[in-house]
């Protein structure tokens, strides 16, 4: 497996520990009933935490990371690409989505954005650029 298909998969790996920590953080605020029950009814999330406010958002952006990364991987992958731009980019990419997970997540505004910044600007453009020139 590709450099880049493990980064994906930690990528994913990143966005299933955020769902399991949103839930948790919504069992905490307004307890395992509403949050195991089928949520057919409006819930005022009055209660919630500002954890779960953030955790909500950053799994909100993980996903949007994903769909732009993701297809990129995917085709660099299926067109056997896989060079020293693709790598790095793609393992830029993890290391600057996890950063901004753990940035979000504690409420660390700045790095947070940062963060969001050279993933997006610098690894998705490296990785656009490794795949046209690979």
């Known amino acids: 497996?590709?450099?880049e298909l493990w980064?994906?998969?930690g990528a994913a790996a990143i966005l299933w520990i955020a769902i399991f920590?949103?839930?948790?953080a919504l069992d905490k605020a307004v307890g395992a009933k509403y949050a195991l029950s089928n949520r057919e009814q409006d819930?005022?999330?009055e209660g919630a935490t500002r954890l779960h406010g953030r955790l909500t958002r950053t799994v909100?952006?993980?996903v949007e990371g994903l769909s732009l990364f993701a297809p990129l991987i995917l085709t660099a992958s299926v067109a056997g690409v896989s060079n020293v731009w693709t790598q790095y980019a793609a393992i830029?990419?993890?290391?600057t989505r996890l950063l901004h997970f753990v940035f979000y997540a504690a409420g660390i505004t700045p790095f947070r954005s940062f963060a969001?910044?050279?993933?997006?600007?610098?690894?998705?453009?490296?990785?656009?650029?490794?795949?046209?020139?690979?």
């Open 60 to 62: 909100r952006n993980h």
């Open 43 to 45: 819930h005022s999330f």
């Open 7 to 9: 980064a994906l998969l």
């Open 92 to 95: 830029a990419f993890f290391i």
């Open 1 to 3: 497996m590709t450099i």
């Open 116 to 134: 969001w910044g050279l993933g997006f600007f610098f690894a998705l453009g490296s990785f656009v650029f490794g795949l046209v020139t690979g």
């Open 21 to 24: 920590a949103q839930q948790i």
